[in-house]
């Protein structure tokens, strides 16, 4: 019986992949620019593969490519961390509530709390982190919600990484994340949604007061809602 090869990703595919690894653990900072030649050099590749990738992370909100200036890591303050987030707010729990209503299965969620309790490094513990608050809303049998929510997923990973070095709060979130996986494990969908509603809001406030200083001046001027 012969074994089907394993697929080679593509040049373009592991750039990409190594560039926004990178981006999202904050080895490349927000602002840094991405010269091709560079990036070609440090992969062993022709500037083709990096160019492509580079257009890809612009598509999802990880780059900023301009005519003058070239690729950088797209800036994180607190107008675009709002945005993130209140698309965040909107979706995410609901999608959760989903999840738990129709009995999916909780155990991805599980074991990706169990990693990020352990990981040796904060590179590790984001990317558990992630793939937590993935597991929780994939499940919720919209595959449309789904994809919308993975769409922001990597502009809400570069927000957490600039609040991260900042302002470590890893024990506070770690524990919120238990909380919201215990509410869902006991199939209170209501509860796991606004435990989760708090664990987001929560995060950017702390992280980005000027953005709710903002949003609440907005509304005393527009009046109430």
Not at 49 to 55: F, I, S, T
Not at 163 to 178: F, I, K, N
Not at 181 to 194: I, K, P, Q, T, V
Request: proline share 5%.
């Amino acid at each position: 019986m012969t074994s089907v090869p394993t697929p080679i990703p593509s040049r373009t595919q592991v750039v990409h992949e190594e560039i926004k690894r990178r981006i999202l653990t904050g080895r490349l900072s927000p602002g840094q620019a991405l010269v091709e030649t560079e990036l070609a050099a440090l992969f062993g590749v022709s500037k083709t593969p990096v160019r492509e990738a580079l257009k890809t992370l612009a598509g999802t909100g990880l780059v900023v490519m301009s005519q003058y200036k070239g690729a950088t890591v797209r800036m994180v303050d607190a107008d675009m961390a709002r945005e993130v987030y209140d698309v965040r707010l909107l979706l995410e729990p609901e999608a959760l509530r989903r999840t738990v209503r129709r009995g999916a299965s909780l155990d991805a969620a599980r074991a990706a709390l169990t990693r990020a309790d352990s990981a040796t490094d904060t590179a590790e513990r984001s990317l558990a982190n992630r793939e937590f608050h993935r597991a929780l809303y994939l499940p919720c049998g919209n595959p449309l919600l789904g994809r919308m929510l993975d769409e922001v997923r990597d502009q809400a990973a570069l927000v957490s990484a600039v609040a991260w070095a900042a302002d470590p709060s890893w024990d506070r979130e770690a524990g919120e994340h238990q909380e919201i996986l215990r509410l869902a494990l006991a199939e209170d969908a209501d509860g796991a949604a606004r435990a989760l509603h708090r664990h987001i809001a929560s995060f950017v406030e702390r992280a980005f007061p000027a953005a709710e200083h903002r949003a609440g001046q907005a509304q005393e001027k527009d009046g109430p809602a």
